[in-house]
Nanobody
Framework: QVQLVETGGGLVQAGGSQGLSCVAS????????MGWYRQAPGKQRESVTT???????NYADSVKGRFTISRDNAKNTLYLQMNSLKPEDTAVYYC????????????WGQGTQVTVSS
């Protein structure tokens, strides 16, 4: 199994920056894809950015040029740097991992709230 724990988030003013971290534990060697999703109130969960291990990241159009995903393999940590934040970025952000363990499986973090005030 793979476990994910997010840290970061909180309240930030529009135009500001915020960073999120996600520490993976367990069968981290079996992870194929990692990424960040978010869910705003009353909306479905949506992909923010994902990256296949060894590949290039994909970003939602709404965050391109503002958000950056990165990974520290030595620390098994995934990061999301969010710049030029907008009120519409307000959501619960979830770390995500897809891994292989007797089949393809998914793991989600507990979620962390990001609130952008106007």
């Amino acid at each position: 199994q793979v476990q994910l724990v997010e840290t970061g988030g909180g309240l930030v003013q529009a135009g500001g920056s915020q960073g999120l971290s996600c520490v993976a534990s367990g069968k981290t060697f079996s992870i194929n894809v990692m990424g960040w999703y978010r869910q705003a109130p009353g909306k479905q969960r949506e992909s923010v950015t994902t990256v296949t291990i060894g590949g290039r990241p994909n970003y939602a159009d709404s965050v391109k040029g503002r958000f950056t995903i990165s990974r520290d393999n030595a620390k098994n940590t995934l990061y999301l740097q969010m710049n030029s934040l907008k009120p519409e970025d307000t959501a619960v952000y979830y770390c995500y991992a897809e891994y292989y363990s007797g089949g393809l499986k998914q793991s989600w973090g507990q979620g962390t709230q990001v609130t952008v005030s106007s």
